[in-house]
């Protein structure tokens, strides 16, 4: 090879990195950025997702690709680990008043339940076994949990003192139901990322509804609920931030800052109503903050360690603080103002 061919090579090649490392947004600086402290998780390239905040204010998340249960101390920076069967490939977990640890066995058809003073494990088994992958946990009314089977186009109910498992399939084939949140007066909300719907699902008698969202494209992937009831969900496949008035049935989108490769995901709601999402489709990925209220973005912050993407996050109301996992295989704590 000629020098100045290798030299035009090397040259194409670093053009190459910039722009695929460019965020489609260009050069545009962060906007009233919040703090955000990032540890590695000391097991690498497990994707620590799904963090969740215990009595003590410690945070256990799952480590999706490692198969374990984690839990970490900020004050002390130390990690401990409970290791799950290979192969359960766990989505998320959340904590009850007792302490025990629920989490769902993504790819082992079960949601276990950890009791962190024995390490012991107790497993639910799906009773159907084309609900093969149990998504992502919520609590519901006392001695409930809720659940969502991408997959298997399912919502569960599991009852946390018997285990026993009901099953209640979705309307639209393949609607590959994700996020869910719970209300105000125990309803659950969930978004039916295979097409441009959300869901709800009434507790007593298991009847759903669906909403068609205005946009045939749109894939709503994580949602939360303001305090005055309204749902608000990311689309992830054209970047928009939307907002749906269960009162009015009227939906309202905005264009998130990141534009239509932003790709949000990760998303929660304060208790100021602000809502927070992580545009993951640019690189490194950004916090963003829209005011509710005044219908606005009031914060944008570049996450130092890239990122790659963040999936799910948790607020934590007595620390005003945000916690998420990154694909960059962090635990990451954003303290809001």
Known sequence: MKPYSLLANIVISILT????TMSTHGAEPDLNPVDITEWTVPWENTRPRDPYVDQHHHVWF???????LAVFDSKGDMFEQYLLDPGTGPHNLIIDDQGLVWYAGNRAAHIGK???TTGHITKYTMPNPS???????????PNEIWFTVQQGNYIGQLTMDT????LTPLLTQNARPYGIVMDATHRHWFTEFGTN??????????SVREISLPRKEA???RLSITSDKAVWYVDYAEGYLGKFTPTTLKVEEWRVPGGAEARPYGMTVDDKDRVWYVETGLHPNRLVGFDTKGKEVISITTIKSGGRSVRNMVYHQPT???WFGTDTNTIARATLP
């Open 320 to 322: 005003q603080i945000i």
């Open 17 to 20: 990195i910039l722009i695929s």
């Open 219 to 221: 894939r709503p992937r």
């Open 197 to 206: 719907k959300l869901g709800t699902i009434d507790s007593k008698t298991h």
């Open 114 to 116: 950890l009791d962190p």
């Open 131 to 141: 609900a093969g992958d149990p998504h992502t946990l919520v609590f519901g009314k």
């Open 163 to 166: 285990g026993s498992i009901l």
């Open 62 to 68: 799952v480590g999706q690709t490692g198969d374990y």
